[in-house]
């Protein structure tokens, strides 16, 4: 729902190989568009100033923030979430199962951004260093692991990642 | 037999959903006619409210209504909050008011509220509020709080100081005479805050069905949020429910009952509208609770050989604006000082002050830290003064196994003793040492040194009070589906206590933790509950859990018996059966459950009571000490003051851990966030109170690349005040870090004409501490 007085545009974009149409004021960001006017609640919003990384999702494979993006700019575009790392069969993906063998998470709210995040990292990189995982999550902050144990998930997943390549 | 569930690392039952996006927390909840709330909130520190005009907020599109502490007088029975903890001597006037009545006391005080169709709008709406307000001056700082002719933190009171009081045991200054060696230091910890990265979030949702409200909240104490809402809102228990969806952190933050609570749940029974707030971060910096300043100036004194004679000082402590809680963090870091260290005199004066900055309460580690780092100072500092080894002080002052269990003259603020129940601290101490490798150390200072930095160690310890009371509640029960839950007042924000939960559940039932379902932080659902704080929670819930379970263990053997015609001690519980052991004549929980049900009008087996249910309140007799030793290695760049750590090994104790990798994770994150403490994090206030750092690129919390492998070992001292022998291990992570990292800063350093006494060290500080001891040196 919104304000009267705003105008509303149409977004065409896919999400998770999924194609929506909704319509949306153009301030609203990419993450509330998300969260509110798809329903799709994986992705989280911590900060609201493009800090804490919670709400990073792939934008046509690149991680970007979706509280600095509008959903106006989406528009065309290709989007996924955490909810599109799911398998097809309802498995969970090696990255996901390697979050869960290693107690990566705690309380789970951050853990939608550095998923997305560490997806497009391994992607780039598939034998990162533990030093280049910690730099490539220096955007995104967790209050309760000590990020420790998302290294090692991170390090786990890529290669396991690297067996299946071969 | 040796445990099958217990002690094992299993797979977290929160997992699953949290990993696929399913997770739901508070703002992910959307019932058909949401509304949406925004706050206008007090943009200087102090000052006197001369109007709030709403015209113009009211009239745009989309807003429903705009809200003073007036309009929602009509469903309140008070314009306060209580003090939450039961607090004695503490003055009137201390509470928040539920939106602001006449004054101001901080900025991002709650002072208005706009419901309106999005949050958008309501925000929009809060901007047109127009507030005028005169200024007043504020108290910006505890010392100025305390000086003759000081601005009144709030003029309806009669004085700066929430709370005064002295700790400690034994003749101090008597003791000071025979000193061989004294230290005298003037320690500053800052402020600092929770920051979960879930923010605080409500909402209030009236069921037109049921007649009754459901209050969803992000927070860590479901059970006494809906205590103080019926209070405030002059409900009872069948008309208001808490319940808790996903919590994505607490750290403290979330342990009170906050005035957006109340004022959103009011708005909502005036309206009949579901209304939800989510706080930003903005709101977070503003609004949250913090924990600190503190300012201590103590003296301590030992003998030639370094044996610590007695610490005495004052302590002033920033309550902030008002004492939503109690002076319980002022209290708990005066009670740690001693630690794990044997401290024959000691004497604090402690003043708990009014200032016009956002209330402090516990956040993590609740004034242990402050304590402990007091501690690990003076021990830096009477070491250097008698040329003594800083590592061997600490060997010569911990308290020895012999003298355990071991209780200091000191209480805690439940007026029970402290007595440090079971641990080896010199072999904890020891296995740290080694697992740093100490032997080793010098070769890799050489080596640093040759690449032109500088290389130190440092090495702290501490103990963490552990499962407070007085009590937590569970009810374990096999349902006539065969399901077993367990229903609790206590409440997780991360910490995997579902999983824990369930392992103890299965270790009685045996039946898989995976298939236990665990109810945490729904008043409907368990009568009483306290919630998570104090790292209590496996211990408290945890034993009332064991104890039930057990119960209804022994009700299953009981109908089992009658079933199959054998002895209770023949049946064993596996894979969710009943089985005369080495046979194959066995029955379902389900089976079993479905006896204990009855049938209407027909009689129970002899023997059988209804259900397969026991709850249990397990209430410690005290709290249980874990004691923790950190060990770290970092290097200081001389030229710009950062530090970077390099080794990072903890010791702790964890009584008995039930899942060994929860634990370490507990350790880990507790850790991280004191080395945010000491190193980075820095909550700034202007001279008019007004906050400076309020987003997270201002205020640094640590982020992966800053933070070493932290290498953890477990010991396992079991405690003898609960069923399970466990120790908390929540907070444990955060107690000694900061001693030990300013203390290898030092020793990177190599000077000790000086201590360093402020946290944060941040670098341009450490540079300007470089500065001077190079002045030092050189005079």
Same mark, same amino acid.
């Given at each position: 729902?919104?304000?009267?007085?705003?105008?509303?545009?149409?977004?065409?974009?896919?999400?998770?190989?999924?194609?929506?149409?909704?319509?949306?004021?153009?301030?609203?960001?990419?993450?509330?568009?998300?969260?509110?006017?798809?329903?799709?609640?994986?992705?989280?919003? #911590?900060?609201?100033?493009?800090?804490?990384?919670?709400?990073?999702? *792939?934008?046509? !494979?690149?991680?970007?923030? =979706?509280? $600095? %993006?509008?959903?106006?700019?989406?528009?065309?575009?290709?989007?996924?979430?955490?909810?599109?790392?799911?398998?097809?069969?309802?498995?969970? #993906?090696?990255?996901?199962?390697?979050?869960?063998?290693?107690?990566? *998470?705690?309380? !789970?709210?951050?853990?939608? =951004?550095? $998923? %997305?995040?560490?997806?497009?990292?391994?992607?780039?990189?598939?034998?990162?260093?533990?030093?280049?995982?910690?730099?490539?999550?220096?955007?995104?902050?967790?209050?309760?692991?000590?990020?420790?144990?998302?290294?090692?998930?991170?390090?786990?997943?890529?290669?396991?990642?690297?067996?299946?390549?071969? | 037999?040796?445990?099958?569930?217990?002690?094992?690392?299993?797979?977290?039952?929160?997992?699953?959903?949290?990993?696929?996006?399913?997770?739901?927390?508070?703002?992910?909840?959307?019932?058909?006619?949401?509304?949406?709330?925004?706050?206008?909130?007090?943009?200087?520190?102090?000052?006197?409210?001369?109007?709030?005009?709403?015209?113009?907020?009211?009239?745009?599109?989309?807003?429903?209504?705009?809200?003073?502490?007036?309009?929602?007088?009509?469903?309140?029975?008070?314009?306060?909050?209580?003090?939450?903890?039961?607090?004695?001597?503490?003055?009137?006037?201390?509470?928040?008011?539920?939106?602001?009545?006449?004054?101001?006391?901080?900025?991002?005080?709650?002072?208005?509220?706009?419901?309106?169709?999005?949050?958008?709008?309501?925000?929009?709406?809060?901007?047109?509020?127009?507030?005028?307000?005169?200024?007043?001056?504020?108290?910006?700082?505890?010392?100025?709080?305390?000086?003759?002719?000081?601005?009144?933190?709030?003029?309806?009171?009669?004085?700066?100081?929430?709370?005064?009081?002295?700790?400690?045991?034994?003749?101090?200054?008597?003791?000071?005479?025979?000193?061989?060696?004294?230290?005298?230091?003037?320690?500053?910890?800052?402020?600092?805050?929770?920051?979960?990265?879930?923010?605080?979030?409500?909402?209030?949702?009236?069921?037109?069905?049921?007649?009754?409200?459901?209050?969803?909240?992000?927070?860590?104490?479901?059970?006494?949020?809906?205590?103080?809402?019926?209070?405030?809102?002059?409900?009872?228990?069948?008309?208001?429910?808490?319940?808790?969806?996903?919590?994505?952190?607490?750290?403290?933050?979330?342990?009170?009952?906050?005035?957006?609570?109340?004022?959103?749940?009011?708005?909502?029974?005036?309206?009949?509208?579901?209304?939800?707030?989510?706080?930003?971060?903005?709101?977070?910096?503003?609004?949250?609770?913090?924990?600190?300043?503190?300012?201590?100036?103590?003296?301590?004194?030992?003998?030639?050989?370094?044996?610590?004679?007695?610490?005495?000082?004052?302590?002033?402590?920033?309550?902030?604006?008002?004492?939503?809680?109690?002076?319980?963090?002022?209290?708990?870091?005066?009670?740690?000082?001693?630690?794990?260290?044997?401290?024959?005199?000691?004497?604090?004066?402690?003043?708990?002050?009014?200032?016009?900055?956002?209330?402090?309460?516990?956040?993590?580690?609740?004034?242990?830290?402050?304590?402990?780092?007091?501690?690990?100072?003076?021990?830096?500092?009477?070491?250097?003064?008698?040329?003594?080894?800083?590592?061997?002080?600490?060997?010569?002052?911990?308290?020895?196994?012999?003298?355990?269990?071991?209780?200091?003259?000191?209480?805690?603020?439940?007026?029970?003793?402290?007595?440090?129940?079971?641990?080896?601290?010199?072999?904890?101490?020891?296995?740290?040492?080694?697992?740093?490798?100490?032997?080793?150390?010098?070769?890799?200072?050489?080596?640093?040194?040759?690449?032109?930095?500088?290389?130190?160690?440092?090495?702290?310890?501490?103990?963490?009070?552990?499962?407070?009371?007085?009590?937590?509640?569970?009810?374990?029960?096999?349902?006539?589906?065969?399901?077993?839950?367990?229903?609790?007042?206590?409440?997780?924000?991360?910490?995997?206590?579902?999983?824990?939960?369930?392992?103890?559940?299965?270790?009685?039932?045996?039946?898989?933790?995976?298939?236990?379902?665990?109810?945490?932080?729904?008043?409907?659902?368990?009568?009483?509950?306290?919630?998570?704080?104090?790292?209590?929670?496996?211990?408290?819930?945890?034993?009332?859990?064991?104890?039930?379970?057990?119960?209804?263990?022994?009700?299953?053997?009981?109908?089992?018996?009658?079933?199959?015609?054998?002895?209770?001690?023949?049946?064993?519980?596996?894979?969710?059966?009943?089985?005369?052991?080495?046979?194959?004549?066995?029955?379902?929980?389900?089976?079993?459950?479905?006896?204990?049900?009855?049938?209407?009008?027909?009689?129970?087996?002899?023997?059988?009571?209804?259900?397969?249910?026991?709850?249990?309140?397990?209430?410690?007799?005290?709290?249980?000490?874990?004691?923790?030793?950190?060990?770290?290695?970092?290097?200081?760049?001389?030229?710009?003051?950062?530090?970077?750590?390099?080794?990072?090994?903890?010791?702790?104790?964890?009584?008995?851990?039930?899942?060994?990798?929860?634990?370490?994770?507990?350790?880990?994150?507790?850790?991280?966030?004191?080395?945010?403490?000491?190193?980075?994090?820095?909550?700034?206030?202007?001279?008019?109170?007004?906050?400076?750092?309020?987003?997270?690129?201002?205020?640094?919390?640590?982020?992966?690349?800053?933070?070493?492998?932290?290498?953890?070992?477990?010991?396992?001292?079991?405690?003898?005040?609960?069923?399970?022998?466990?120790?908390?291990?929540?907070?444990?992570?955060?107690?000694?870090?900061?001693?030990?990292?300013?203390?290898?800063?030092?020793?990177?350093?190599?000077?000790?004409?000086?201590?360093?006494?402020?946290?944060?060290?941040?670098?341009?500080?450490?540079?300007?501490?470089?500065?001077?001891?190079?002045?030092?040196?050189?005079?």
């Amino acid at each position: 729902m919104t304000n009267s007085a705003e105008t509303l545009h149409t977004v065409t974009l896919t999400v998770n190989d999924v194609p929506h149409e909704a319509r949306c004021v153009a301030r609203q960001n990419l993450a509330d568009f998300l969260r509110h006017d798809l329903q799709l609640t994986g992705t989280h919003v #911590g900060c609201e100033h493009g800090v804490c990384g919670a709400c990073t999702v *792939l934008v046509d !494979g690149l991680a970007v923030r =979706g509280c $600095l %993006m509008l959903a106006v700019q989406a528009k065309g575009r290709s989007i996924t979430t955490i909810e599109g790392l799911t398998q097809p069969d309802q498995q969970l #993906g090696i990255l996901q199962e390697a979050f869960a063998q290693h107690h990566a *998470l705690q309380c !789970g709210f951050c853990t939608p =951004g550095i $998923l %997305m995040t560490l997806v497009e990292v391994l992607q780039d990189d598939p034998d990162p260093s533990e030093m280049a995982l910690r730099e490539a999550l220096s955007g995104n902050l967790c209050r309760c692991t000590g990020y420790q144990n998302i290294i090692d998930a991170a390090l786990a997943a890529a290669a396991a990642l690297r067996k299946n390549q071969k | 037999m040796d445990p099958r569930y217990i002690g094992q690392s299993v797979r977290r039952q929160e997992d699953d959903s949290l990993l696929r996006g399913m997770g739901k927390f508070v703002d992910d909840l959307a019932p058909h006619g949401l509304t949406h709330a925004a706050f206008l909130r007090s943009p200087v520190a102090h000052g006197r409210i001369r109007t709030i005009d709403t015209t113009f907020a009211s009239e745009v599109p989309g807003v429903i209504a705009v809200l003073t502490l007036a309009d929602l007088r009509p469903v309140l029975t008070s314009d306060r909050l209580p003090v939450q903890f039961k607090s004695d001597g503490l003055p009137p006037n201390i509470g928040p008011y539920i939106l602001a009545k006449e004054e101001v006391v901080y900025v991002g005080e709650t002072v208005a509220l706009v419901i309106a169709e999005s949050r958008a709008i309501a925000e929009d709406a809060v901007a047109l509020i127009d507030l005028d307000i005169e200024e007043l001056d504020p108290v910006t700082g505890c010392h100025q709080a305390v000086q003759p002719g000081a601005p009144k933190a709030a003029l309806d009171r009669d004085s700066n100081i929430f709370a005064q009081f002295e700790m400690g045991y034994g003749e101090v200054d008597q003791s000071f005479a025979t000193a061989a060696h004294t230290v005298s230091l003037s320690l500053v910890q800052h402020r600092g805050g929770a920051h979960p990265i879930e923010g605080r979030g409500v909402l209030a949702h009236p069921d037109s069905l049921s007649g009754q409200m459901t209050v969803w909240s992000s927070t860590q104490q479901a059970h006494e949020a809906r205590g103080f809402l019926i209070e405030l809102l002059g409900l009872d228990e069948t008309l208001l429910r808490v319940r808790t969806p996903e919590v994505g952190g607490g750290f403290g933050a979330k342990y009170l009952l906050y005035p957006e609570e109340v004022s959103v749940t009011a708005a909502s029974l005036l309206l009949g509208r579901p209304i939800k707030w989510i706080e930003d971060r903005r709101e977070h910096f503003l609004a949250a609770i913090q924990e600190r300043d503190q300012f201590w100036d103590v003296e301590a004194a030992c003998d030639a050989s370094g044996k610590l004679i007695g610490i005495r000082g004052t302590m002033i402590h920033d309550g902030g604006a008002y004492v939503p809680q109690g002076v319980n963090l002022a209290y708990n870091a005066a009670t740690a000082v001693p630690g794990p260290y044997d401290l024959p005199n000691y004497k604090l004066s402690v003043q708990a002050v009014a200032t016009n900055k956002v209330p402090t309460i516990p956040v993590r580690g609740a004034g242990y830290p402050e304590g402990t780092f007091v501690m690990e100072r003076v021990l830096d500092g009477l070491a250097d003064a008698a040329g003594l080894d800083r590592i061997e002080i600490r060997r010569r002052n911990l308290i020895p196994a012999s003298a355990m269990p071991f209780s200091t003259p000191l209480k805690s603020r439940s007026g029970s003793g402290i007595t440090y129940d079971s641990g080896d601290f010199h072999a904890m101490y020891e296995q740290a040492l080694k697992e740093i490798d100490l032997g080793g150390f010098a070769d890799r200072k050489a080596q640093a040194a040759k690449a032109g930095r500088l290389r130190g160690i440092g090495v702290a310890c501490g103990i963490k009070g552990t499962g407070r009371g007085p009590y937590e509640s569970a009810t374990v029960r096999i349902g006539k589906s065969g399901k077993v839950t367990v229903f609790t007042g206590a409440m997780p924000m991360g910490q995997g206590l579902k999983t824990a939960l369930s392992q103890i559940t299965a270790e009685s039932l045996g039946v898989d933790p995976g298939d236990i379902t665990v109810v945490c932080g729904d008043t409907n659902t368990i009568s009483l509950g306290l919630g998570g704080f104090a790292s209590r929670q496996t211990v408290v819930a945890g034993s009332s859990v064991t104890v039930a379970a057990k119960a209804v263990r022994e009700q299953a053997l009981t109908i089992a018996a009658g079933l199959f015609e054998a002895d209770v001690g023949d049946i064993e519980l596996v894979d969710g059966m009943a089985r005369v052991k080495g046979t194959e004549i066995q029955a379902s929980l389900k089976e079993l459950a479905k006896i204990a049900g009855g049938s209407p009008g027909y009689s129970l087996p002899t023997g059988v009571t209804p259900g397969l249910e026991a709850t249990e309140y397990f209430m410690p007799s005290g709290l249980t000490y874990g004691m923790g030793v950190h060990a770290v290695e970092l290097e200081v760049d001389a030229e710009t003051g950062a530090v970077t750590l390099q080794r990072y090994v903890v010791v702790n104790d964890c009584g008995r851990a039930i899942n060994p990798k929860i634990v370490v994770g507990q350790i880990h994150g507790g850790v991280v966030h004191a080395i945010g403490n000491a190193l980075f994090e820095f909550m700034g206030y202007d001279e008019q109170a007004q906050p400076t750092t309020t987003t997270l690129a201002d205020y640094l919390m640590p982020t992966a690349p800053e933070i070493p492998r932290i290498d953890v070992h477990l010991a396992e001292y079991p405690s003898p005040l609960n069923p399970l022998g466990v120790k908390g291990v929540g907070e444990a992570g955060c107690l000694p870090t900061a001693g030990a990292i300013v203390s290898a800063i030092e020793n990177a350093l190599g000077s000790k004409n000086q201590l360093i006494q402020r946290i944060p060290v941040m670098p341009q500080d450490l540079f300007q501490f470089i500065q001077q001891g190079k002045q030092t040196d050189a005079a």
